[in-house]
């Protein structure tokens, strides 16, 4: 079993930064790689970065130049640097885990970019 607990999000200008946090517990030696999710009211859930234990890297069309994933192994975190926010990035911000045969979810985090 993987607990997640997300941290970071709040209020932001457009063109301002955020950086969300994942931190892990539990049996996190399972972890093959782990994500951040997004979903605005009405919209589906959609992938926004992933990073595999490899260390490769994945992101949505939407937020390449703009986001960066990265993880802290010795803190056991996820960590999701967003930069030059827009408006449509506004929504809630969920940690993801991949375990073999199940997922692991944070509570979700939630981003708003508005003036």
């Known amino acids: 079993q993987v607990q997640l607990v997300e941290s970071g999000g709040g209020l932001v200008q457009p063109g301002g930064s955020l950086r969300l946090s994942c931190a892990a517990s539990?049996?996190?030696?399972?972890?093959?790689?782990m994500g951040w999710y997004r979903q605005a009211p009405g919209k589906q859930r959609e992938l926004v970065a992933a990073?595999?234990?490899?260390?490769?890297?994945n992101y949505a069309d939407s937020v390449k130049g703009r986001f960066t994933i990265s993880r802290d192994n010795a803190k056991n975190t996820v960590y999701l640097q967003m930069n030059s926010l827009k408006p449509e990035d506004t929504a809630v911000y969920y940690c993801?885990?991949?375990?073999?045969?199940?997922?692991?979810w944070g509570q979700g985090t939630q981003v708003t970019v508005s003036s």
């Open positions: 993801n885990a991949d375990l073999p045969g199940r997922d692991s």
């Open positions: 990073i595999t234990s490899g260390g490769s890297t």
């Open positions: 539990g049996s996190i030696f399972s972890i093959t790689a």
